[in-house]
């Protein structure tokens, strides 16, 4: 059934799959770093349970800067992979979507290019001073009302 | 071993995807039809999760009580549990495509597939756990 070649990564790379072949290989790296990111993030969310003061310190290291490009990062995953995962159901019931899978595979790309922008300017304009954190306004305006709701006593980890 | 392992999946197609497993019924059957419907589901629960999280909320703004006062609401509590469940499980049957593809010899195949399952499923399970036995008058109490 199944033939075992050993070919080096150079030549896979030089393998001309062109649009079908980028696009099955990134479905596959966004898939797998997703799964290894859900692993570590159910798990110290899962401990919330166990011991608050836990979960706060894990959200400190969310909150630094370099996490906040690994957040990123797992954002543009969801969205290619959302993206392209469409795509492939689309052309699996629909067979003569076939036939414009190569324009499809460049629509998957546009789109999730045109939608991380705003994504990345929300989530890392912050810690550049390009803008104030998402949701201050509507955590500010909640506390002045709400002064005693549980999110709006102070937490240091 | 190897002819349960490579005979039943679907054929990698040209523009991405796999054909569907020929005949009726079946693990690989099922498997194919999952990923699709739960690859559908996910889309709202899981861009739902990250906008409300990242763009609404904020990481800034997140602590533990912020999701303390969240739980207290047993339909997010559920609304998690579907998320973690259909999100771990279709990604273990993506890790299992992986796997099959790129771990030839039956023995490493085993083993790497026996530590890849057992902390995706611990997981999910100290997930599912956490959720269903979360008591906010403890937790906000006992802090």
Same mark, same amino acid.
């Given at each position: 059934?199944?033939?075992?070649?050993?070919?080096?990564?150079?030549?896979?790379?030089?393998?001309?799959?062109?649009?079908?072949?980028?696009?099955?290989?990134?479905?596959?790296?966004?898939?797998?770093?997703?799964?290894?990111?859900?692993?570590?993030?159910?798990?110290?969310?899962?401990?919330?349970?166990?011991?608050?003061?836990?979960?706060?310190?894990?959200?400190?290291?969310?909150?630094?800067?370099?996490?906040?490009?690994?957040?990123?990062?797992?954002?543009?995953?969801?969205?290619?992979?959302?993206?392209?995962?469409?795509?492939?159901?689309?052309?699996?019931?629909?067979?003569?979507?076939?036939?414009?899978?190569?324009?499809?595979?460049?629509?998957?790309?546009?789109?999730?290019?045109?939608?991380?922008?705003?994504?990345?300017?929300?989530?890392?304009?912050?810690?550049?001073?390009?803008?104030?954190?998402?949701?201050?306004?509507?955590?500010?305006?909640?506390?002045?009302?709400?002064?005693?709701?549980?999110?709006?006593?102070?937490?240091?980890? | 071993?190897?002819?349960?392992?490579?005979?039943?999946?679907?054929?990698?197609?040209?523009?991405?995807?796999?054909?569907?497993?020929?005949?009726?019924?079946?693990? =690989?059957?099922?498997?194919?039809?999952?990923? *699709?419907?739960?690859?559908?589901? +996910? &889309?709202?629960? $899981? /861009?739902? %999760?990250?906008?409300?999280?990242?763009?609404?909320?904020?990481?800034?703004?997140?602590?533990?009580?912020?999701?303390? =006062?969240?739980?207290?609401?047993?339909?997010? *509590?559920?609304?998690?549990?579907? +998320? &973690?469940?259909? $999100? /771990?499980? %279709?990604?273990?049957?993506?890790?299992?495509?992986?796997?099959?593809?790129?771990?030839?010899?039956?023995?490493?195949?085993?083993?790497?597939?026996?530590?890849?399952?057992?902390?995706?499923?611990?997981? +999910?399970?100290?997930?599912?756990?956490?959720?269903?036995?979360?008591?906010?008058?403890?937790?906000?109490?006992?802090?």
């Amino acid at each position: 059934m199944s033939s075992v070649r050993n070919i080096s990564v150079g030549s896979a790379l030089r393998y001309r799959g062109r649009e079908g072949m980028w696009t099955w290989l990134l479905h596959r790296v966004t898939g797998l770093g997703i799964l290894l990111f859900l692993v570590v993030h159910v798990l110290d969310t899962a401990a919330l349970v166990w011991s608050p003061s836990f979960y706060d310190h894990a959200l400190a290291i969310y909150k630094s800067p370099l996490f906040r490009f690994a957040e990123l990062l797992i954002f543009f995953s969801v969205l290619f992979h959302a993206a392209n995962g469409v795509r492939i159901i689309i052309q699996d019931f629909r067979p003569i979507a076939m036939r414009h899978q190569r324009r499809f595979a460049w629509g998957v790309t546009a789109f999730t290019i045109l939608a991380i922008i705003p994504v990345a300017w929300v989530m890392l304009g912050p810690i550049f001073g390009l803008r104030g954190e998402p949701g201050t306004a509507r955590h500010a305006e909640r506390c002045l009302s709400e002064p005693n709701a549980p999110a709006c006593l102070k937490v240091t980890p | 071993m190897s002819a349960q392992n490579t005979a039943p999946r679907g054929a990698a197609k040209r523009g991405g995807g796999y054909q569907r497993p020929t005949g009726v019924g079946g693990f =690989e059957v099922f498997s194919w039809f999952f990923m *699709r419907i739960s690859g559908l589901i +996910l &889309i709202l629960l $899981a /861009l739902y %999760h990250l906008i409300w999280w990242n763009l609404i909320v904020g990481v800034e703004h997140l602590d533990s009580q912020v999701v303390i =006062e969240r739980w207290t609401n047993p339909l997010w *509590r559920f609304f998690n549990v579907a +998320l &973690i469940t259909f $999100a /771990l499980l %279709h990604a273990l049957n993506g890790a299992r495509y992986s796997i099959e593809d790129y771990i030839r010899s039956p023995g490493a195949r085993v083993v790497v597939k026996a530590i890849v399952y057992t902390l995706v499923l611990v997981t +999910l399970a100290a997930g599912i756990f956490a959720l269903l036995t979360f008591d906010p008058a403890v937790l906000m109490a006992g802090r």
